[in-house]
């Protein structure tokens, strides 16, 4: 499963997730879709976010069991701390 967050993105890329993923709440997205779809979406998405920012988190083979990818600019910056995942605020 994959959730993709977005902040202060055109309209029109909210429509466009919600043809692969649900929107349970304004701006969160949810689904599972194969790794090759989810990294489509997630070029669609760098490209079409112009100033916003998105976060996706998903999952991965390592010792936490997800990866997280961002993309603009984000209040909460993520950080590899020795192969762990960590967010700094």
């Known amino acids: 499963m994959m959730v993709l967050v977005v902040e202060k993105v055109p309209v029109s890329l909210r429509g ?8 349970p709440k304004t701006n969160v997205f949810v689904g599972r879709v194969s790794a090759i779809v989810r990294d489509k979406i997630w070029e669609m998405v760098c490209d079409k976010v112009k100033a916003g920012a998105a976060v996706l988190a998903h999952p991965t083979d390592n010792e936490q069991g997800f990866a997280i990818r961002t993309f603009g600019a984000t209040s909460r ?5 020795e192969g ?3 967010i700094r605020i």
Request: aromatic residues 6%; hydrophobic residues 60%; proline residues 0%.
């Open 77 to 81: 910056a993520v950080i590899d701390l």
């Open 16 to 23: 466009e997730l919600t043809r692969w993923l649900l929107e």
């Open 84 to 86: 762990l995942t960590l």
